[in-house]
């Protein structure tokens, strides 16, 4: 069944497609600390702080005849800041990158399989999941499931001393950045605040021309931490050396990308995002690459921003070095988009956010799931489920959790395998007790079809019953068909090009081998660990729609 895409993907392509037809053969301008625009500013100006580089616009001496001497990432930019690897205290990069190596070396990184479209693609960076105990983060219609950090109250059991030394190290690294970002958000705020009047802040035409100080006016302390509760933290690494099919940048000519074009996604609104860069020593030999490559050199890691499909502004390639950090504050990650270009040598970066949680927890998903047993009796000696109440708005609730808990949750979980096993078993309690609540969902949909089909029931009130839950059935129907088909696929491993994927050894179309099969297909770590719950996700759609004398009747 080919799926249809959202309106919202619709809009992102036409989008896309239009910038693309504008610019025909033509790359848009953007720049690197080489070109002079990149640091252009005034005397009364500073750009180095003791704190380390700054992107902020320092605007406590300006006024409006010095608008026109502000560099376009004051202007453009300006809630983006780059601390530098020497502003980080020395004992706790060593902590950091250490945990980084410790948790390669375990193998608890892996690549993740995410739906674009309607395809599975197997993204080129690994990621680990650390936060929160029982939060989770959904990216691209894939759920990540956190190894959690040994915050207080936490029972996580850790597979090896590292691991948990690891998560440690993230959670005081985590702790860090929130301190730093509170006090970067404090400064800005207090600098837009008095300057409110002279110096603009230019977004993209499609986001309305506000600032901090608007965004802050009224809010206290407290309201900023929030904006910086950093609850979990997405880990990435990539070795670019390994990964020979990347994809270009498509509108400045930056060259290859390890991550596209995004916003990140589910976060809480306005929200800040801290990422720490640890770019390894790579290898002496020079890049391959045009040495000719407009502004940015390809052998060092680069942050790649743009305002939102704006062909106007220039985009800034800011280079990453070891140790460096930087922070996108208060709507930066909903005006503007960002990517990551690989250079080199391998690179590990921690990624702090505040994920939106209110439909992510554990706790969120069992209150859920003992809301829609409510209605459920206990079992009777025949193992068969009665239902407390026929009313449709309760019975299509109930239907509608039964859908979350199983496509949300379960099988968001047992598709990815064993992989949350390399780390800790804190998960593996959870979504057992969340598959026996399943069962019990099940028991009661089927209770509902008897009651339908049962000889004697008033029509009406099967027309009324039908009428409620009928779209939620073919809803899990069609789901149910398509991470089978997905099930199947990947275990075949057959999904996508290898242009963008590197999830199987198939041929190309020339007959040449994908680039994964002379590595060895089974030295990739998401194949070992690919052993997902068969028996549960076989689960096929378990009943029949049709339409007799007009009425909807399950068989």
Sequence with gaps: MKRTPTAEEREREAKKLRLLEELEDTWLPYLTPKDDE??????????????????????????????????QWQLKYPKLILREAGSVPEGLHKEVQEAFLALHKHGCLFRDLVRIQGKDLLTPVSRLLIGNPGCTYKYLNTRLFTVPWPVKGSDAKYNEAEIGAACQTFLKLNDYLQI???????????????????????IGPDFPRVGMGSSFDGHDE?????????????????????MPYLKEEPYFGMGKMAVSWH??????????????????????????????LEGRDPDVWHVGFKISWDIETPGLAI???????????DDLNATHQHCVLAGLPPRFSSTHRVAECSTGTLDYILQRCQLALQNVRDEADSGEVSLKSLEPAVLKQGEEIHNEVEFEWLRQFWFQGNRY?????????????LEELWKKMEGATHAVLREVRREGAPVEQSSDI??????????????????????????NGICCSWKTTALCGQARPEGRSHPSHRRGLEKDAWYRCFQPKVAFLNVVPSFVVTIHDGLCVCI
């Excluded at 280079?319 to 504050?329: A, I, K, N, T, V």
Aim: aromatic share 6%.
């Design 38 to 71: 990149f640091y252009q500013q005034d005397t009364s100006l500073t750009l180095l702080q003791p704190r380390g580089l700054s992107l902020l616009p320092l605007l406590c001496t300006c006024s409006t005849s010095l608008v026109p001497e502000l560099s």
């Design 180 to 202: 730093e970002t509170i006090q970067a958000l404090e400064e800005l705020a207090a600098k837009e605040k008095a300057n409110i009047d002279t110096v603009p802040v230019c």
């Design 222 to 242: 407290v309201d900023r931490k929030s904006r910086a509760a950093y609850n979990l933290t997405l880990l990435n690494f990539m070795d670019p050396q390994k």
């Design 263 to 292: 916003h990140d996604e589910n976060l809480v609104d306005r929200s800040a995002v801290a990422v720490y860069n640890y770019s390894c020593e790579g290898p002496e030999e020079e890049s391959e690459d045009d040495p000719q």
């Design 319 to 329: 280079p990453l070095h070891q140790g460096d950090c930087y922070f996108m504050l």
């Design 421 to 433: 096993k390399k780390c800790t078993d804190w998960w593996c309690q959870p979504m057992t007790q």
């Design 466 to 491: 039908l009428t409620a839950i009928l779209a939620v059935l073919t809803t899990r129907q069609n789901l149910r068909r398509e991470w089978h088909a997905r099930l199947v696929l990947s275990r």
